[in-house]
Nanobody, 123 residues
């Protein structure tokens, strides 16, 4: 099993930026397709971004397209989520996810999960 550890969350004002990191260990990182999800209080976990194992393909929902960018550094075993123009509705716990077979664009396609990092956007 791959182990995933997120970092980089925090409190930011609306319009600001944050970069989340997810460090992987335990398996060959370059074999894994990676994704980011988020869960706000009282809501279901939702897809935020995903990237193929090579980094050549990315996916975003309309809610974050143009504001968030997913990237990865296979040499550092890390996937990133650059979040710009943050809005209060982006407030949530952000989770990193992995799968070697399919790109995790839904929670059912995510096989491995990190523990999450809190992002709070104040208005």
């Amino acid at each position: 099993q791959v182990q995933l550890v997120e970092s980089g969350g925090g409190l930011v004002q609306a319009g600001g930026s944050l970069r989340l990191s997810c460090a992987a260990s335990g398996r060959t990182f370059s074999n894994y397709h990676m994704g980011w999800f988020r869960q706000a209080p009282g809501k279901e976990r939702e897809f935020v971004a995903a990237i193929s194992s090579s980094g050549g393909v990315t996916y975003y929902p309309d809610s974050v397209k143009g504001r968030f960018t997913i990237s990865r550094d296979n040499a550092k075993n890390t996937v990133y989520l650059q979040m710009n123009s943050l809005k209060p509705e982006d407030t949530a716990v952000y989770y990193c996810a992995a799968n070697t077979i399919v790109i995790p664009t839904t929670t059912r396609r995510a096989k491995n999960w990190g523990q999450g990092t809190q992002v709070t956007v104040s208005s």
